[in-house]
């Protein structure tokens, strides 16, 4: 049974969940989730479609947002007065945010969010999730098989953004055979002299998916920075490819995204705990290559990543 939701319903549906969703699903029956859309847009509806394809059991209401944290905590206070749901999946960082801080006692599997750790921290046990981040592992392998001069990465960070995963990085740059070169920065005016910083040490530079990074003036400083060094630039997506990076590698579709998120469900459903269930990177994903870029590197782009690539920029 699926229930779904109109602009309209969305009214009674506020009303009227707290009847609906009447207990915990014992063995056999279907289970009770309630869907938590951040926005309702494109990318969403497919997590939420690839969520269903592997969820036929469960009954899921959903609930939008709208872009309005005010409205998700509102919605959610209603929630935790009546009976609850078997598990809530939040889809989105916003809808992630308002479950972080309102719910503790109903399992939450997120979906569609960059960097989690940031948004849960450490207080957090009931909640896993599938994050849009691309493997660590891919990226580096990804860098190393560019060139065979690549020994140095560059990396420019903000600690309270992605720390956690600058330590990560770090471990498996090491078990790769390569090392991170990092400065810590605070400000996105502090990009460029970080930056300059790296000059003559560095034989890559990488972009994480940190929002102090991602200024337009910093993205923009790294794509002229590789030019005028000559070394390659991995980027998050086929957009920063397409405006010079030699690369871009991101998630490949929100469908897949939900699938993973469903399969994460269907495990605690199953009866296993949510502490035991580690949060997933991009299962698949999208390299796009800019040849023109290459070109003006210097570099030949390997067969085997150009037969890998989504998309090739000539």
Known sequence: MLI?????????????????IVHYSAPGEAARIVALKSADVDVYNEVLEGFKSVSQRSIISEYDMEGDLQRG???????????????????????????????????????????PTTVIGQEAHNITGASMNAPIDQQIALLKKISPHVRRIGVIYDPSKTGFLVRQAERI????????????????????????????????????????????????????FSFRNKIPLLGLSENQARMGALLGLSFESGRDIGIQAGELANEILAGRSVEDIPFT??????????????????????????????????
Do not use: H
């Not at 939701?5 to 609906?20: H, K, P, V, Y």
């Not at 990092?182 to 996105?188: D, E, R, Y």
């Not at 023109?292 to 390997?302: E, F, R, S, V, Y």
């Open 173 to 224: 740059a090491r078990d790769q055979g390569v090392r991170l070169v990092t400065k810590a920065i605070t400000s996105s005016k502090d990009s460029l002299a970080a930056l300059d910083g790296m000059q003559g040490e560095i034989d890559a530079l990488w972009i994480l998916p940190d929002l102090t990074v991602l200024a337009p003036e910093s993205v923009q400083y790294m794509l002229l």
């Open 4 to 20: 779904l939701m109109t602009r309209t319903a969305r009214l009674i549906f506020g009303a009227c969940l707290l009847g609906a």
């Open 73 to 115: 905590k509102q919605f959610l206070a209603r929630l935790k007065s009546g009976p609850k749901p078997d598990l809530i999946l939040a889809i989105g960082i916003w809808a992630l945010q308002v479950v972080v801080e309102e719910i503790r006692d109903i399992p939450v599997v997120f979906a569609m969010v960059l960097n």
């Open 281 to 314: 990177t991009a299962r698949k994903v999208r390299l796009t290559v800019n040849l023109k870029t290459a070109a003006k590197l210097g570099l030949q782009i390997p067969k085997e990543i150009l037969d890998r690539a989504a998309a090739v920029i000539r």
